[in-house]
C-alpha cells in the first residue's frame, strides 16, 4: 500500500510535492531522511542556526549538494559536443565547476563518483550511439554499472524525426541511468534537427534544478533560455557568404555531377580547422513550392507567422526558405491529421500500421501528403504551423584556411531521383547544383568537429579512406599539410565509377604525389573492370604494408557513405588485423577500438 500524506500540517503544493517524492525513495533514502529530520528537530532551539555536528545522532550527516557537475557528450558531427561546451560555460558562469568530456575519454569507473551528470547525446544511423559514445553504453547496459543511488542526472537527446529511432541513444542513456537508480535532475528532452531553442530551454530548466537542489531561487526558463542565445556568426545567426566559384568536377558523360564550391568568409571573422564542416541553410525548390501552392489552391502573398516570437513572412518565401517540404515524419502525419477530412490519413496512422506507414514515408514529400489525402479543412496558417524549420545541411570542408585564407570549399554530390512516379531533388545539392552562382549569397556556419582531426604530432602517418565525395577532407588535410611541411607520411584510398570522368582532384593528388606531400595514392574504378573493385580491394591487396603503418602509429580516417562502403571497409580492418596480426577475431577488433580509444581511427560518416 503506498502511504499518502492526506490530513496533515502541510499546504496543498507541499502535501503534492511529499506525494510525489514519497514513493520514488530507496529505504536506505526515508532512513536517511527520518535521521536528518530527527536532527534538524533536535538543533531547533531559538538562535542555535544550523545543525552541529555535535548535536547529530551517531551516523546523521546532513546532506551536501555539489557544486561539481560532469557533462559527457556523445557526438558524430559535432553538434552534441559544441552544446556540451555552451552548457559548461553557462554553468560556470553561475558558479559551478564543469567537467566536459567525451563519453570515450570518461573512465565509466568513475561514475560512481558523480553526483551532478549531465549527457548530451546524439543518435546515429539506425538508433545507434555515435562513434565516441560506444563503449560507454556498452558499460551502462553490461552487469559492470554501478548502482548510483547518489546520482541527479538530465539527459539532452539529439536525432532526426524522420527516422524510425528518433533520439533512442539520449532514451537509452535516461531510461539505464534510472535503473541503476539516479534520480532525474530535469526531464529529458529531445531534440529535432531544430535543437537551438529546445536546448536552451533544457539547459535553463537543469541550471534551476541546480541552484533549488541549493536553496536557490527559480529563475523563469524563458528569460533564461533567451539568455544562452549566441550573438556571434553561428548555427542560430549564419554568415551570408559570397559564391566564388561553382565548378562541375565531372567529366562529360559521367553519371554523376559533383560541384566544388568555393564560398567568401571575408568578414565574419570564422576560423576553421581541418575535418570541420560548414552548414548551409538552403532553400526549397520554387518548382515544388509552385506545385504546393497551387495544390492547395492557397495566396503565395498571404502572410503567415513563422515563429513563436512572431516573425511573419509571404507565404512563398516562407516555403521556400523557412520549412522543411521534402520530408515527410510520422509526427507530422499525426500533426496533418486533424487538417484532413480524408479517414484515409486516420487509418495509416492507427496502431497495427507501422509497416505500412514506414514505407509510405520512404521518398514522399509534402506536396504527396496534400494530394494523397485531400480534401483539406486547415488553413495555410495552420498547415504551416505544423511545418518543421529548414535544417541546415553539413558539408565536409574540402579546403585549408591556412592554403585559402577567408574562404572555405566544399564538394557536394547533386542527389537526383525517382520515387513514385515524381523525379525527385536533394534540396542543398540542387541548389549548388542547378541555381546558385557567383556572386549569389547563401547563409553559413562553422560546425567544429572534434572527432576528426589530423594528429597533433605532424610526423604520425596518416591513411585517408574517401570514395566519392568522401575526398572532401583529405583534400583539406593535403593543403594543411603541406602549408605546415609536415614529415609523417600519408595514404590516400579514393574509389569512383569512372577514371576518366570521376577522378575528383586529380590534378591535385598527383601533384601532392610528385612533391611528397602525398606517399602513397591507391585508386579503385569499379565501372572500368568486368569486376566491381572499391577501396577496401585495394587495402586487401596491401594488408600487410597497411598494417606496418598501423603498427608505427599510423591514424586512419574514414569518409562517406556509412551504411555500406564505411560499414565494409570497417570490416576489412579487422580482415587484415586479423591476418597481419596473427590475432582472432575478437582481437582484432579491440585492436581497432582501442585505435579508435586513441583518436588513431575517426570516422566522419552519413
Same mark, same amino acid.
Given at each position: 500500500m503506498q502511504l499518502q500524506v492526506l490530513n496533515s500540517p502541510f499546504n496543498q503544493e507541499q502535501a503534492e510535492l511529499l506525494n510525489r517524492i514519497l514513493p520514488t525513495l530507496t529505504e536506505s533514502q526515508k532512513v536517511w531522511l527520518s535521521g536528518f529530520l530527527a536532527a534538524a528537530q533536535f538543533a531547533s532551539v531559538p538562535g542555535?542556526?544550523?545543525?552541529?555536528?555535535?548535536?547529530?545522532?551517531?551516523?546523521?550527516?546532513?546532506?551536501?549538494?555539489?557544486?561539481d557537475v560532469t557533462i559527457l557528450f556523445g557526438s558524430q558531427t559535432g553538434n552534441a559536443q559544441s552544446l556540451?561546451?555552451?552548457?559548461?560555460?553557462?554553468?560556470?558562469?553561475?558558479?559551478?565547476?564543469?567537467?566536459?568530456?567525451?563519453?570515450?575519454?570518461?573512465?565509466?569507473?568513475?561514475?560512481?563518483?558523480v553526483q551532478n551528470l549531465l549527457i548530451v547525446a546524439s543518435t546515429h544511423g539506425e538508433g545507434d550511439p555515435p562513434d565516441n559514445a560506444l563503449s560507454f553504453h556498452e558499460f551502462l547496459k553490461s552487469k559492470r554499472a554501478p548502482k548510483l543511488e547518489n546520482l541527479r542526472y538530465s539527459v539532452l537527446a539529439l536525432g532526426d524525426s524522420s527516422y524510425e529511432f528518433f533520439c533512442q541513444t539520449g532514451k537509452d542513456f535516461d531510461t539505464r541511468l534510472g535503473e541503476l537508480g539516479g534520480t532525474r535532475l530535469y526531464p529529458r528532452f529531445d531534440c529535432d534537427l531544430d535543437y537551438?531553442?529546445?536546448?536552451?530551454?533544457?539547459?535553463?530548466?537543469?541550471?534551476?534544478?541546480?541552484n533549488e537542489a541549493e536553496g536557490g531561487s527559480a529563475?523563469?526558463?524563458?528569460?533564461?533560455?533567451?539568455?544562452?542565445?549566441?550573438?556571434?556568426?553561428?548555427?542560430?545567426?549564419?554568415?551570408?557568404?559570397?559564391?566564388?566559384?561553382?565548378?562541375?568536377?565531372?567529366?562529360?558523360?559521367?553519371?554523376?555531377?559533383?560541384?566544388?564550391?568555393?564560398?567568401?568568409?571575408?568578414?565574419?571573422?570564422?576560423?576553421?580547422?581541418?575535418?570541420?564542416?560548414?552548414?548551409?541553410?538552403?532553400a526549397n525548390d520554387p518548382e515544388l513550392v509552385q506545385l504546393l501552392?497551387?495544390?492547395?489552391?492557397?495566396?503565395?502573398?498571404?502572410?503567415?507567422?513563422?515563429?513563436?516570437?512572431?516573425?511573419? #513572412? *509571404?507565404? &512563398?518565401? %516562407?516555403? =521556400? /526558405?523557412?520549412? @522543411?517540404?521534402?520530408?515527410?515524419?510520422?509526427? #507530422? *502525419?499525426? &500533426?496533418? %491529421?486533424? =487538417? /484532413?477530412?480524408? @479517414?484515409?490519413?486516420?487509418?495509416?496512422?492507427?496502431a497495427g500500421n507501422e509497416e505500412q506507414l514506414k514505407q509510405y514515408l520512404e521518398g514522399r514529400d509534402l506536396l504527396d501528403l496534400v494530394r494523397d489525402f485531400t480534401p483539406w479543412i486547415g488553413a495555410a496558417q495552420e498547415f504551416v504551423s505544423i511545418l518543421r524549420k529548414m535544417p541546415s545541411r553539413l558539408y565536409s570542408i574540402a579546403s585549408s584556411l591556412t592554403a585559402n585564407p577567408e574562404e572555405v570549399h566544399l564538394t557536394i554530390g547533386a542527389v537526383r531521383y525517382e520515387a513514385h512516379g515524381r523525379e525527385r531533388k536533394g534540396v542543398c545539392s540542387i541548389l549548388a547544383s542547378e541555381r546558385l552562382q557567383p556572386g549569389d549569397t547563401v547563409p553559413v556556419y562553422i560546425?567544429?568537429?572534434?572527432?576528426?582531426?589530423?594528429?597533433?604530432?605532424?610526423?604520425?602517418?596518416?591513411?585517408?579512406v574517401g570514395p566519392g565525395t568522401g575526398a572532401a577532407p583529405f583534400r583539406s588535410f593535403m593543403q594543411e599539410?603541406?602549408?605546415?611541411?609536415?614529415?609523417?607520411?600519408?595514404?590516400?584510398?579514393?574509389?569512383?565509377?569512372?577514371?576518366?570522368?570521376?577522378?575528383?582532384?586529380?590534378?591535385?593528388?598527383?601533384?601532392?604525389?610528385?612533391?611528397?606531400?602525398?606517399?602513397?595514392?591507391?585508386?579503385?574504378?569499379s565501372r572500368d573492370t568486368a569486376e566491381k573493385v572499391y577501396v577496401q580491394h585495394h587495402m586487401l591487396e596491401h594488408s600487410k604494408e597497411l598494417f606496418e603503418w598501423l603498427q608505427e602509429g599510423a591514424h586512419l580516417y574514414i569518409c562517406g557513405d556509412e551504411k555500406h562502403m564505411a560499414h565494409d571497409v570497417h570490416t576489412t580492418l579487422i580482415e587484415i588485423i586479423e591476418k597481419e596480426?596473427?590475432?582472432?577475431?575478437?582481437?582484432?577488433?579491440?585492436?581497432?577500438?582501442?585505435?579508435?580509444?586513441?583518436?588513431?581511427?575517426?570516422?566522419d560518416v552519413y
Open positions: 542555535s542556526g544550523n545543525v552541529q555536528v555535535a548535536d547529530r545522532p551517531v551516523g546523521i550527516t546532513s546532506p551536501t549538494v555539489s557544486k556540451a561546451k555552451m552548457a559548461g560555460k553557462k554553468l560556470e558562469g553561475e558558479g559551478f565547476q564543469v567537467t566536459i568530456q567525451s563519453m570515450s575519454d570518461f573512465k565509466a569507473n568513475n561514475l560512481k563518483k537551438d531553442e529546445p536546448a536552451a530551454e533544457w539547459l535553463a530548466g537543469v541550471l534551476n534544478g541546480l529563475v523563469p526558463e524563458s528569460e533564461l533560455a533567451s539568455q544562452l542565445v549566441e550573438s556571434t556568426y553561428s548555427r542560430t545567426n549564419p554568415f551570408k557568404a559570397e559564391v566564388l566559384e561553382n565548378i562541375n568536377l565531372n567529366g562529360r558523360g559521367s553519371n554523376k555531377e559533383t560541384r566544388h564550391l568555393e564560398l567568401s568568409l571575408e568578414g565574419s571573422g570564422l576560423t576553421f580547422e581541418p575535418g570541420d564542416s560548414l552548414g548551409i541553410y538552403p501552392l497551387e495544390e492547395m489552391n492557397w495566396d503565395p502573398e498571404q502572410q503567415v507567422t513563422v515563429s513563436k516570437k512572431g516573425e511573419v #513572412l *509571404l507565404l &512563398k518565401d %516562407a516555403l =521556400l /526558405s523557412h520549412f @522543411e517540404i521534402t520530408t515527410l515524419t510520422k509526427p #507530422l *502525419l499525426e &500533426k496533418a %491529421a486533424p =487538417l /484532413s477530412a480524408n @479517414e484515409k490519413l486516420q487509418d495509416l496512422l492507427a560546425q567544429h568537429n572534434e572527432n576528426f582531426k589530423l594528429p597533433q604530432n605532424s610526423a604520425a602517418p596518416i591513411i585517408m599539410r603541406e602549408e605546415i611541411g609536415a614529415e609523417g607520411k600519408s595514404w590516400m584510398f579514393f574509389g569512383d565509377q569512372h577514371f576518366v570522368t570521376d577522378f575528383l582532384y586529380q590534378t591535385e593528388w598527383q601533384k601532392w604525389l610528385k612533391t611528397g606531400v602525398l606517399t602513397k595514392l591507391d585508386v579503385a574504378f596480426g596473427g590475432m582472432s577475431r575478437e582481437k582484432a577488433g579491440e585492436y581497432l577500438a582501442e585505435m579508435q580509444q586513441q583518436k588513431r581511427y575517426q570516422r
